[in-house]
């Protein structure tokens, strides 16, 4: 068997301005995948060594169940901590649980603390109490104090490590600090000054600290007005004062005020990113979810609203059953009938995902409600005009029946009208009743949607047709 040579695409890629990342490719996998049958561990080492640790964590999810554990065992205590920090939960956590508890522990040891308490906290709790008790004194405390807080809080993300002088100090004295310090975190942007009670007072930028003169004190060059959240702070508001703000680093505070740590973009980017897939999922009806979860998992997730949805659709189903004698009379209107709901649904899907995104955003307030709701009033009036002449026409011409054109499209101005109000009513209410918008307004707004629609146009028919 030809043997895939990762060394050559990534020849490759540094030749080629377009791809300059190492691609990891469906023949790398099956080589891999045959290496682990073989129990090849020399071309295991050859296939794997060229490759970036977030590499290494998709090979691991795209591997079957019983290859990830062969390769947990070939790794052993070499597995880099960098790789954990990169897998999805369900691959994590069947990760973790093959790996020597000793190792685990080791790999922890070696992550900033907000890394750690990211990996323990996606795998499973019996596990995760056992590798903490196993855990050194100093880092085990670390860890205890950041799951004291609120899941998604800014004290689960808070990085311990952190730079903090007096305003007193002098620019090369900070500097010198700084060069004998064998234990700076992996990631800063900002130093911090803080008061004699650790109770932030200023930052200091890199960029404007190296280019100040060694005498000057920090106090003259420091931002007197530093960026800090309570530990408690929901992570979602924490992404959004980054985003806001520009921020490339945020203090975290503990109660009294005192710095305890802190907060970097590239957490605050994973941050926003889960957001959006769980906003997303959520919007779809399905919970928290990765494609490496089991099918029982997959399904049990999926299967909560599936069922709301079956509810809801029995409830359409019955607007139905009361004009039954009018459908049997004018078999057209069972024809028409799913043009007006799936009409309206989508309208209403349109219209519910611009709101609920705005939501997240904060773009939609309290301040511009009334405003938005209007301008979707008027969006949606103009779309059911323009859908009603030409669903009113066409049903017209083809069913030669003008009074029926007229009912149908009446019915799908109503109906595109409601469901453009319903699509942001129903966000911005659910939001006012402290709900995840995400969660629960797709399920209202389809079945505003189908039990106007089909009210709208069988009611209209029974009244004008029959």
């Known amino acids: 068997m030809a043997h895939y040579d990762p060394s050559s695409e990534q020849q490759k890629s540094k030749s080629s301005p377009q791809q300059d990342v190492f691609e990891v490719t469906p023949q790398l996998i099956d080589e891999i995948s045959h290496a682990l049958q073989e129990n090849d561990s020399e071309q295991l080492d050859y296939l794997l ?7 290494v964590a998709d090979v691991f999810e795209q591997l079957s169940g019983n290859e990830r554990v062969e390769l947990v065992d070939y ?29 685990v522990v080791d790999a922890i040891s070696q992550m900033e603390s907000d890394d750690a308490v990211g990996i ?7 596990e995760r109490d056992r590798i903490i008790a196993a855990m ?13 807080y609120p899941e998604d809080s800014a004290g689960r993300m ?22 004998a310090d064998e234990d700076l975190p992996s990631e800063f942007y900002e130093i911090f000054v803080v008061d004699p009670l650790h109770h932030p007072i200023g930052t200091v930028s890199l960029s404007r600290l190296i280019r100040a003169e060694d005498k000057t004190h920090v106090s003259e060059i420091m931002d007197s007005d530093p960026k800090v959240v309570p530990a408690s702070k929901d992570q979602e508001e924490v992404a959004y004062m980054f985003r806001q703000y520009d921020l490339t680093s945020m203090g975290v505070v503990d109660e009294s005020g005192r710095l305890m740590g802190m907060i970097t973009v590239d957490d605050v980017v994973d941050v926003i990113n889960e957001e959006a897939q769980e906003d997303i999922m959520r919007m779809a009806g399905i ?8 099918i029982f998992e997959a399904s049990r997730n999926r299967i909560v609203w599936l069922l709301v949805n079956l509810l809801t659709a029995i409830l359409a189903s019955m607007v139905i059953a009361i004009f039954d004698g009018t459908i049997q009379q004018m078999v057209a209107l069972a024809i028409l009938m799913p043009i007006v709901a799936s009409m309206g649904g989508n309208a209403g899907t349109q219209t519910m995902t611009v709101a609920v995104r705005a939501l997240a955003t904060r773009d939609l ?8 709701i209007g301008k979707e009033f008027s969006i949606s009036l103009l779309i059911g005009l323009v859908m009603a002449v030409i669903i009113g026409v066409l049903t017209s011409l083809y069913f030669s029946n003008v009074a029926l054109g007229g009912v149908i499209a009446v019915a799908m101005v ?5 469901a453009g109000l319903s699509g942001i009513l129903v966000p911005v209410g659910l939001d006012k009743m402290n709900i995840d918008p995400a969660l629960a307004s797709s399920i209202f707004v389809t079945t505003i949607t189908d039990v106007i629609g089909f009210y709208a146009f069988l009611g209209l028919a029974s009244i004008t047709l029959l």
């Open 75 to 103: 790794y052993g205590a070499e597995m880099d901590p960098e790789v954990l920090m990169e897998l999805e939960d369900s691959a994590l956590d069947q990760v973790i649980h093959k790996m020597d508890d000793q190792h």
């Open 136 to 148: 050194p004194s100093e880092e085990r405390l670390v860890v205890e104090e950041a799951f004291s």
């Open 365 to 372: 307030t309290s301040s511009n409600v009334r405003r938005v």
């Open 120 to 126: 323990l906290e996606d795998i499973d709790e019996a």
């Open 414 to 418: 109503i109906n595109m009208v409601c």
């Open 287 to 294: 919970q928290e979810t990765d494609i490496t979860e089991t």
């Open 49 to 55: 060594e060229p490759l970036h640790s977030a590499d």
């Open 158 to 179: 808070v990085q311990k490590n952190v730079i903090t002088v007096p305003g007193s100090w002098t620019v090369g004295h900070v500097i010198k600090t700084l060069r």
